[in-house]
């Protein structure tokens, strides 16, 4: 027989933290942002990139979700 604590930490837990990846990385269409972009996708997280202009590779993964806008100017 499993415990609460068992079956909360066995099944439960690794189930909320699959819903839960999810990375928002501003300035994804190149340098940093874009490496990291590229990083986190192929780790299976759903990213939500916001760019200026979006980038065709980053576009090519179904778990990318583009945001065109420029923040310095809201």
Do not use: H, Q, W
Not at 59 to 70: G, R, S
């Amino acid at each position: 027989i499993l415990s609460l604590n068992k079956v909360f930490y066995k099944i439960i837990f690794p189930l909320i933290m699959n819903l839960m990846k999810t990375a928002i990385i501003t300035g994804c269409s190149s340098g940093i942002g874009f490496e990291l972009s590229k990083r986190f996708l192929n780790r299976n997280f759903k990213v939500i990139g916001i760019a200026r202009s979006s980038s065709e590779e980053l576009t090519k993964f179904p778990n990318f979700i583009p945001i065109e806008l420029d923040l310095s100017n809201p």
